[in-house]
Nanobody, 115 residues
Framework: QVQLVESGGGLVQPGGSLRLSCVAS????????MGWYRQAPGKERDLVAR???????NYADSVKGRFTISRDNAKNTVYLQMNSLKPEDTAVYYCNYQIYAYNAWGQGTQVTVSS
């Protein structure tokens, strides 16, 4: 079992920045993939960014050039640096850990972009 704990959400004005963190604990296997998903009210949960154990990344088109995902394998932590935030980025952001057919999810952290 893997447990994920997110932090770093909050209220920010348009154009501002936030950094989300997610710490994984438990039975961590190497070469896992970790990522961030988000879910706005009334919408499905969608991929924001993902990073493999070897460091390959992919991003949703809507966040390319504004968000950066990174990881510290020694700390079992994944980060999401979010810059130039827009009101449409408002959502609950969830951390995900995936290896083979196993998926674990964090409890989510709220990000609100509003003036």
């Amino acid at each position: 079992q893997v447990q994920l704990v997110e932090s770093g959400g909050g209220l920010v004005q348009p154009g501002g920045s936030l950094r989300l963190s997610c710490v994984a604990s438990g039975s961590i296997l190497s070469l896992n993939a970790m990522g961030w998903y988000r879910q706005a009210p009334g919408k499905e949960r969608d991929l924001v960014a993902r990073i493999t154990g070897l460091g390959s990344t992919n991003y949703a088109d809507s966040v390319k050039g504004r968000f950066t995902i990174s990881r510290d394998n020694a700390k079992n932590t994944v980060y999401l640096q979010m810059n130039s935030l827009k009101p449409e980025d408002t959502a609950v952001y969830y951390c995900n850990y995936q290896i083979y057919a196993y998926n674990a999810w964090g409890q989510g952290t709220q990000v609100t972009v509003s003036s």
